[in-house]
């Protein structure tokens, strides 16, 4: 592959200024389009050295067979054409949205001759408002049914108004109470547009007013001993308040804001966006998105916001993020547009605001979770990952059992390696191993160990599956040599070429040729085989790519698990050993300096401030801890 493009505008050709530039290959399809400050300086990064370019980037760049740019007059400028480019050519290298469909809506069709509300995921009405998204279809349902006794505005479908309209019977919801238009002839167009108004008012945010009037018209009715238009204000008032239970003061009441949580890995990333007005909660959403090319945080947080903000003029003053996009300043000028108001973007940072980011960014890791959960456990992508991994490989058969390799250390000390094992792209929980490893000088050295271990238990788990089906016999009990219960057709190790190269070694000395190996390096498109100086590149559409990247992060979770629960154990021990220490003071010791270093560095003082340690047994624990037990004479 040659290391320069032969695209590659030549120097000085590409201006300064800001502006879109858009990569296309060679049938003149749009595969990138992106903005930037100073066009030069931007698509210089993309014609470096080829060697030099996340593979990601490697693989566009060399897809694309042209390049063009469009110089605009200010940043906002090149904001709103890269928007509008990319939803008019949907270029494939882009962040691609898998947006959730399943999320309805409340809308209210202002368009209409007498609007109504009602629950839909079309987010095209004309001239319809909405509020939401709902986790939920009945949750949508349950805030409609409260809010029309409140507010009783039109809920009956075009057809019945139409034909109420025409004959002046009020329509079939109007005759049961469920719908207040003027087809249920009970107000005049004019009084039900109030009530409409009043209704977005509300669910927009203006929650006190409503709710302080309601309380002052129902003491008036009760004070002039009108009952009966009283207890109806009480039960608006008692409605109003159920919807507002509903959804918890989470900021100050005067509070309109977005927020959305993100978490990210190397291929995917999941957004969380919560709808604030008026300081509470109206609405929540969730969006996925698989990262075609390596982009940063504040990358992610700008393309979101495009794709949230650009078909919507639901637009609050404020805007919360995890990290600030490079282009703030510009997005908030483009939002500012939309809005016809100034809008702000900043970091939630302290106080209410950071908690809330805190609870978005959960449910974003929450959201990751399950969509590559959902990816991997479908039948059909496991099938096509299993087939990708095997031609990527090169192997006879697909690897119907895969074991994955992790080591773990806590500054080499307290090593450990963990082993899971995945059937049919399954993961076999029942099956996962951990090891502890005594000695060692280095990971290779760790891996070599651990495989050595696991191999010579290779033929015993043939032998008891022999054995458990009657052809062999022995006096070794099958649970035992059926440990592990079947042999793998790959290993996975965590690393690069000196971690497979120790791996191939134990293989070598266990004399096994029938099982296949790779090591999963730090990019994790690269997969390395023994004797190859160069990786095995997986596509980026593989499915194979996420099956991977499951299996590394299994590994990875279960050996961090093992070797915390190690640690813990182990200073448990140590502590054990002092005089005048019991379980429940270990427990308060631990929870108090929340860490085995911690503890070792506080002085007597500190760790008198404990509860239940005096000094005379803060002294001890402190020379215990600082090297007492290498002294045999204390």
Known sequence: MADVLPYKPRAGEIPTDPG???????????????????????????????????????????????????????????????????????????????????????????????????????????????????????????????MIKAFPIRTCSDASYRRAMQTGRPCFPGQIGKCGGPCSMTCTIEEHRAMVDDFIAFMAGGDERFTRDLTKRMRAASAAMDYEAAAKYRDKLASLEAVLGKSALVLPADEDADLFGLAEDELAAAVHHFVIRGGRVRGVRSLTLDKELDISGGELVDQVLQRVYGDSSDIPRRVLVPVLPDGAHELEQWLCERRGRKVSIAVAQRGQRADLMRTATLNAQQALLRHKTRRTSDYVARTQALTDLQEALGMSEAPLRIECYDISHLSGTNVVASMVVFEDGLPRKDQYRSFNIAETTDDTDSMYQVLMRRLARVDAA?????????????????????????????????????????AARALRDSGRTDIALAGIAKRLEELWLPGDDFPVILPRTSEALYLVQRLRD??????????????????????????????????????????????????SEEIRQVKGIGPALAEGIREHLSGGRADPSR
């Open 20 to 146: 879109v530039y858009r990569f296309r290959d060679a049938e003149g399809r749009v595969l990138y389009v992106g903005k930037a400050k100073n066009l030069r300086q931007r698509l210089s990064n993309y014609f470096a050295p080829l060697r030099t370019l996340h593979e990601r980037t490697r693989r566009m760049v060399t897809t694309a067979a042209s390049v063009e740019w469009t110089v605009v007059a200010t940043d906002v400028d090149s904001l709103q054409l890269e928007y509008m480019w990319i939803k008019e050519f949907d270029p494939p290298f882009n962040v691609r949205y898998k947006d959730d469909k399943s999320y309805p809506f409340m809308a209210i069709t202002l368009a209409d001759e007498a609007p109504r509300v009602i629950v839909t995921r079309n987010r095209r009405i004309p001239g319809a408002r909405y509020f939401g998204p709902y986790p939920k279809v009945w949750a949508v349902h349950d805030t409609i049914d409260l």
């Open 462 to 502: 043939t032998q008891g599956a022999e054995e458990a089906s009657g052809d062999v016999a022995g006096d070794e009990p099958v649970a035992q040599r059926r440990r592990f219960a079947y042999n793998p057709q790959l290993l996975l190790v965590d690393g690069g070429q000196p971690q497979v190269n120790a």
């Open 554 to 603: 299994e590994a990875h979770r279960f050996a961090i698990t093992h070797q915390r629960r190690r640690r813990r154990r182990d200073i448990t021990t140590v502590l054990s050993e002092i005089p005048g220490l019991g379980e429940a003071r270990i427990k308060a010791l631990l929870r108090h300096f929340g860490s085995v270093t911690a503890l070792r560095a506080a002085s």
